[in-house]
Antibody, heavy 123, light 106 residues
Framework: EVQLVESGGGLVQPGGSLRLSCAAS????????MTWVRQAPGKGLEWVAN????????YYVDSVKGRFTISRDNAKNSLYLHMNSLRVEDTAVYSC????????????????WGQGILVTVSS | EIVLTQSPATLSLSPGERATLSCRAS??????LAWYQQKPGQAPRLIIY???NRATGIPARFSGSGSGTDFTLTISSLEPEDFAVYYC?????????FGPGTKVDF
């Protein structure tokens, strides 16, 4: 069974930093793209970043470029999101998800999700 | 950057009725589009991938269609557990935005 468990959230002041972790189990972690998605309270889903299985490709939404860094440790089956210069508008539940490629040449889609972790940016 | 719009914002229906949800992209995403269902307090659930393929375990009452810029999610006969928010998500080019969502409620 695929399991994704986020940790590292909490309350942080504007301008501060946090590192989120996502512990993966039940699948061969290194073979999959992984993604971070966030959801502000009462709002919709926002894709934040994703990373290829070997870590060689990383992509970000414009609003976090230069502030957030996605990384992974395949030996530890773990995904990370390093968040710096946090803003009030970064307040959200952050979820990690596994992306599946159903066939060669097709897109990748988030088929398994963690329950999410709350990050609150407030003074 | 591709922008997704969804309509309607809210769809008020009863169990047994047919639901038709629309997603429009600001430029072509070919067939690289997914639909997710989200219920309060729960993680999103993949319903449709590549515009028209049902994900594992998704009932046949869910169907997706479209390509390019216009996509539709159809629920042929609503069950009580289908009342939720549905998001489309393009996977064609980075960044990868979600649509704003359509709430299907009573």
């Amino acid at each position: 069974e695929v399991q994704l468990v986020e940790s590292g959230g909490g309350l942080v002041q504007p301008g501060g930093s946090l590192r989120l972790s996502c512990a993966a189990s039940g699948f061969t972690f290194s073979r999959y793209w992984m993604t971070w998605v966030r959801q502000a309270p009462g709002k919709g889903l926002e894709w934040v970043a994703n990373i290829k299985g070997d870590g060689s490709e990383k992509y970000y939404v414009d609003s976090v470029k230069g502030r957030f860094t996605i990384s992974r440790d395949n030996a530890k089956n773990s995904l990370y999101l390093h968040m710096n210069s946090l803003r009030v508008e970064d307040t959200a539940v952050y979820s990690c998800a596994r992306e599946v490629n159903y066939y060669e040449g097709g897109g990748t889609y988030a088929d398994s999700w963690g329950q999410g972790i709350l990050v609150t940016v407030s003074s | 950057e591709i922008v997704l719009t969804q309509s309607p914002a809210t769809l008020s229906l009863s169990p047994g009725e047919r639901a038709t949800l629309s997603c429009r992209a600001s430029q072509s995403v070919r067939s690289n589009l997914a639909w997710y269902q989200q219920k309060p307090g729960q993680a999103p659930r993949l319903i449709i991938y590549d515009a028209s393929n049902r994900a594992t375990g998704i009932p046949a009452r869910f169907s997706g269609s479209g390509s390019g810029t216009d996509f539709t999610l159809t629920i042929s006969s609503l069950e009580p557990e289908d009342f939720a928010v549905y998001y489309c998500h393009q996977r064609f080019s980075w960044p990868l935005p979600f649509g704003p969502g359509t709430k299907v409620d009573f």
